[in-house]
């Protein structure tokens, strides 16, 4: 059984920065990609940033500049650097990775921006 594990969310002012960390249980090239999405409530769950197996990422376009993703191969855990936080950006963010046909998923983690 697939398990990602979340941390460092947290309570931040606007401006402020957060690491979130995922630790995959699984050797993480076995999956097509692995990322962040985020929620907040009567909203999709939306994607924040992915890291494919080659190494290319993408980044969402409201985040664009002010997050950034990346991984570490040998710990197989997946990181999401996020500066300049918003109110706006305020939401649980849950760790995805997947392979064809299916998705795993974290329990997430609540990031709030607050002054």
């Known amino acids: 059984q697939v398990q990602l594990v979340e941390s460092g969310g947290g309570l931040v002012q606007p401006g402020g920065s957060l690491r979130l960390s995922c630790e995959v249980s699984e050797y993480i090239f076995d999956f097509n990609s692995v990322g962040w999405y985020r929620q907040t409530p009567g909203k999709e769950r939306e994607l924040v940033a992915d890291i494919e197996r080659n190494g290319r990422t993408k980044v969402a376009d409201s985040v664009k500049g002010r997050f950034a993703i990346s991984r570490d191969n040998a710990k197989n855990t997946v990181f999401l650097q996020m500066n300049s936080l918003k109110t706006e950006d305020t939401a649980v963010y849950y760790c995805?990775?997947?392979?064809?046909?299916?998705?795993?998923w974290g329990q997430g983690t609540q990031v709030t921006v607050t002054s």
């Open positions: 995805n990775a997947n392979i064809p046909f299916r998705n795993y």
